[in-house]
């Protein structure tokens, strides 16, 4: 198994510029969510997916939009990056959508707005 | 509503002395609690999760955590550190009965030669 992957791991943007992240997961989970991290500010979450056809909005969802047309794929699309976007942003997935599983994350996407 | 505090942003040890890591939160239901390292320019690694069975427990690479409910605590600690255990530790709760999963704002661990 791949696990969680990302792509790209890094990308530069220009205020205004659209851009999707990527992310995918091989082990058939349920459950798949995007944090943003920032210095000093841990983990927050962005948008999450219970399964295919399912999202919804997690703390801090302005500016970003998701889909999850199929169980493993599950982007995120900035529509137009704002220098508050830079960050660096981590998919995760987990076989359930209860807050006991163990949740999976992906290796980052280190993202600049300039 | 929950919530968790991680007492200090940044912990220095010598290699070879006993770490600690503290972490304390808030639930309003039974809490499943994890901690989670992350090196540098890396992803999120489990160490290890507390959901309801013993109240110790044991993770990777030698790293501990005791569950006190009175205490509202779930410190992690490990009896002698290694180079290799410098990165960033996060405390999280996740609520057993919502998706939530809650992350404290991290801890920079320094090992000293």
């Known amino acids: 198994n791949a696990g969680v992957t990302q792509t790209p791991k890094f990308q530069v943007l220009k205020t205004g510029q659209s851009m999707t992240l990527q992310c995918a997961q091989d082990?058939?989970?349920?459950?798949m969510s995007w944090y943003r991290q920032d210095p000093g500010m841990g983990l927050r979450l962005i948008h999450y997916s219970v399964g295919a056809g399912i999202t919804d909005q997690g703390e801090v969802p302005n500016g970003y939009n998701v889909s999850r047309s199929t169980t493993e794929d599950f982007p995120l699309r900035l529509l137009s990056a704002a220098p508050s976007q830079t960050s660096v942003y981590f998919c995760?997935?987990?076989?359930?959508?209860?807050?006991?599983?163990?949740?999976?994350f992906g290796p980052g996407t280190r993202l600049l707005v300039l | 509503a929950q919530s968790v505090t991680q007492l200090d942003s940044h912990v220095s040890v010598s290699e070879g002395t006993p770490v600690l890591l503290r972490c304390n939160y808030s639930?309003?239901?039974?809490?499943?609690l994890f901690w989670y390292v992350q090196h540098p320019n890396k992803g999120l690694q489990l160490l290890l999760k507390y959901t309801s069975a013993a109240t110790l427990v044991k993770g990777i690479n030698g790293f501990e955590a005791e569950f006190k409910k009175s205490e509202t605590s779930f410190h992690l600690t490990k009896p002698s550190a290694h180079m290799s255990d410098a990165a960033e530790y996060f405390c999280v709760v996740g609520d057993s009965g919502t998706y939530k999963y809650i992350f404290g704002t991290g801890t920079r661990l320094k090992v000293l030669a």
């Open positions: 639930s309003s239901y039974s809490p499943s």
């Open positions: 995760a997935s987990r076989i359930g959508q209860r807050g006991r599983e163990t949740q999976y």
């Open positions: 082990m058939n989970h349920e459950y």
